[in-house]
């Protein structure tokens, strides 16, 4: 496997990789176990600015002029290499972030996928020829040519830091771009290993560039930074809006937290929608920011669904990570877990009701079903990432579009509905979606 100086990590700058001097040093730890797994050395202002010069350098001289298929052979080639390596990336992935093992090789292979989508994709950036009959004399031809746009700064989310990183990195490389890019502590390591693997794949140097060290102050650094063409970032749905207006006409994709409600209606398929509820609202922990985090039962089979769903939730195991057998592992931090301990607090002191789990030990947070929660209750503890799962009832379909139609923000919903002869009641997902006046069905704003 690609191998790097003890898990010691500091910023990779035109290829090169900055030693310690007098820059912070923070130690990496285990969440489940809290041993410590290696230290990273932070970014100064100065290396940030150097990161940034070295990607505009770099994207003048080289990538800008890079054929497409060097570019394709790249992506193919740093997937052939992850996949040769991937119970090892398996394997750092689930000791940085908590993550259990069967969900980081799938996360690993899917990362394979996306670079090989992108190597693809580069076959689609081409010269088009279009017809300007309609505005200039006949027989004359326009060309519409895609071109890169230039420095790209990424500042990774800590829910699937992994794959995320390849969603932004990927395209931008087909397309041409260079790249500026803050990973998140908890899995700094995995980040400049893949790094790695793009050097040995044959990425010139300075194509990619990783700054390390906290997040809000290098993203607010990268924000107004001229030479940067396009600034990727996950903020939340407030924070969105205010930001446009600081950053001017530079291009932003902003990713945002959000709260993604579910419907379960009685003529539903209980045990399907149970197995879906428990796989999206528990399974990924504190790494999906769309997750089944409030569900709506239609009150014809709440108690039911109740039923049904303790059982199942009751037959997860929590513990190692490492342990192939094991469907929960901790939460990615400690500050992590004790705010989805304060947000269950918060519920039982508005009379709600814990079900199944509800405690926490250190970094383990017991998957958690709460009911009785009223819709206002939920006005202001939003708990975007973490194993929890809060059930409300509801009559009629009007009282449930009304409730979600209040929330802040919601990225997308899930409805389950089915009649006798189990086909969709499509007019009913409709009426739901269409009075959910919050309703985002894409995760991300383009600015």
Request: net charge positive; proline share 4%.
């Given at each position: ?112 996928q996306v670079l090989r989508f992108a190597s693809q994709a580069t076959k689609s950036i081409y010269e088009e020829p279009v017809s300007l009959n ?198 990615a931090t400690l500050i992590a877990a004790e705010k989805a301990e304060t947000w269950i607090r918060n519920m039982i002191e508005k009379r709600a ?95």
């Open positions: 496997m690609s191998k790097m100086k003890n898990y010691h990590f500091g910023s990779i700058i035109d290829g090169k990789e900055l030693e310690k001097g007098d820059r912070p040093e923070v130690e990496i730890r285990n969440p489940y176990n809290a041993e410590v797994i290696g230290k990273v050395f932070y970014t100064t202002p100065q290396d940030a600015e150097n990161a940034i010069t070295s990607a505009h350098r770099v994207y003048a001289k080289t990538m800008k002029k890079m054929p497409t298929h060097r570019r394709a052979e790249i992506l193919r080639k740093t997937a052939d290499l992850l996949e040769l390596e991937k119970e090892q990336f398996a394997h750092l992935l689930t000791i940085e972030s908590g993550k259990p093992i069967k969900a980081s090789r799938l996360d690993v292979a899917h990362a394979a309609q505005v200039a004399k006949e027989g004359q031809l326009g060309i519409v040519k895609r071109v890169s746009l230039g420095v790209i700064a990424i500042s990774l989310p800590v829910n699937y830091p992994f794959t995320l990183l390849l969603y932004k990195v990927a395209p931008a490389i087909a397309a041409g771009n260079t790249i500026v890019l803050n990973p998140t502590a908890t899995t700094v390591y995995s980040t400049g290993l893949l790094y790695r693997l793009f050097e040995k794949a044959g990425m010139p140097k300075g194509v990619i560039n990783i700054i390390t060290g906290p997040q809000q102050s290098l993203v607010d650094n990268l924000m107004n930074h001229p030479k940067v063409k396009r600034l990727i970032c996950t903020k939340s749905s407030a924070a969105v809006w205010k930001e446009k207006d600081n950053i001017g006409k530079k291009k932003v994709l902003l990713d945002f937290k959000t709260k993604n409600p579910t419907i379960v209606f009685d003529k539903a398929d209980l045990d399907f929608a149970i197995t879906t509820i428990v796989t999206a609202g528990l399974l990924h922990t504190d790494r999906s920011i769309m997750s089944a985090q409030h569900v709506y039962v239609q009150k014809g089979v709440y108690e039911k669904f109740l039923e049904t769903l303790m059982k199942k939730v009751q037959t997860l195991k929590l513990g190692d990570p490492l342990d192939d057998t094991v469907d929960i592992g901790p939460m009701t814990v079900l199944v789990g509800g405690s926490r030990h250190n970094t383990m947070m017991e998957p958690t079903i709460i009911s009785d929660v009223a819709a206002d209750k939920t006005s202001g503890h939003t708990i975007s990432l973490a194993p929890i799962i809060s059930i409300m009832p509801f009559q009629k379909k009007l009282e449930v579009t009304s409730y979600m139609s209040e929330e802040e923000s919601v990225l997308h919903a899930g409805v389950y509905t089915r009649n006798s002869k189990g086909t969709t009641r499509k007019e009913e997902v409709n009426l739901a979606i269409d009075q959910m006046t919050a309703v985002k069905l894409i995760s991300s704003i383009h600015l």
